[in-house]
């Protein structure tokens, strides 16, 4: 099941910085922290990935703190479009190939 | 570079119907997965196939559920009979590689309603 803690909801306004946070208290070492979202009746999105280090993509930025302990997304310039569920996910170890999706963060993106 | 494709979007059955869902995955991808999302519950996995075989079956509730992958290219899931409880979002993903570091790339969903 999901071992991820999100908050259920955040607001952001349009243009500013939005930093959605994660806490997986429990990942083991071999362990990947997944971020999706999920815009309304669309399918799931992936959007980046990361171990240990920071991540950067055309998307967003994953920051994991040293401990691996909690992490956080981040969009840049956060858009209307940008308003979505966002699913923090960490990636089991073993066969590791099914992703436990928890209720996420829903956020709303304001004019 | 086309994304996952599922057919139909929509579809009402009646409760004790049969319904087929298919999934076409992105060109190349040998790993192909279901999940499914019924009212006010998280999106679970179902099963994953490897090209043609089944990988892991663990997330199939139960017998009325018949993944099928022949010929390793597109996949289909029959529902028989369906319930009402088998109501839902089915999402199908698919990815080139599999294991930890591999992310999967979802379809829109097919939106199951059985009355």
């Known amino acids: 099941d999901a071992k991820t803690t999100q908050p259920p909801s955040m607001d952001c306004a349009e243009g500013r910085a939005a930093n959605l946070p994660c806490n997986h208290s429990?990942?083991?070492?071999?362990?990947?922290v997944y971020w999706y979202r999920q815009i309304h009746s669309q399918g799931p999105q992936y959007i980046i990935h990361?171990?240990?280090n920071n991540e950067t993509n055309e998307m967003a930025s994953l920051i994991i703190t040293e401990d691996r302990k909690s992490s956080t997304l981040i969009l840049p310039h956060a858009t209307l479009r940008d308003t979505a569920v966002y699913y923090c996910?960490?990636?089991?170890?073993?066969?590791?190939?099914?992703?436990?999706f928890g209720t996420g963060t829903s956020l709303t993106v304001i004019p | 570079e086309a994304g996952v494709t599922q057919f139909p979007s929509h579809s009402v059955i009646e409760k004790g119907q049969t319904v087929t869902l298919r999934c076409d995955p992105i060109?190349?991808?040998?790993?192909l997965y279901w999940y499914r999302r019924v009212m006010g519950k998280e999106i679970k996995f179902l099963l994953h196939?490897?090209?043609?075989?089944?990988?892991?079956e663990s997330g199939m509730p139960n017998n009325r559920f018949l993944a099928e992958r022949t010929g390793g290219t597109y996949s289909t899931l029959k529902v028989q009979p369906a319930e009402l409880e088998d109501s839902g979002v089915y999402f199908c993903?698919?990815?080139?590689?599999?294991?930890?570091?591999?992310?999967?790339?979802f379809g829109p969903g097919t939106r199951l309603t059985v009355t």
């Open positions: 429990t990942i083991s070492g071999n362990e990947y």
């Open positions: 990361g171990l240990k």
């Open positions: 060109s190349g991808h040998d790993n």
């Open positions: 993903a698919s990815s080139q590689i599999q294991g930890r570091e591999s992310e999967q790339y």
């Open positions: 196939f490897v090209k043609e075989s089944k990988q892991d």
């Open positions: 996910i960490v990636r089991v170890g073993g066969t590791g190939n099914q992703f436990y």
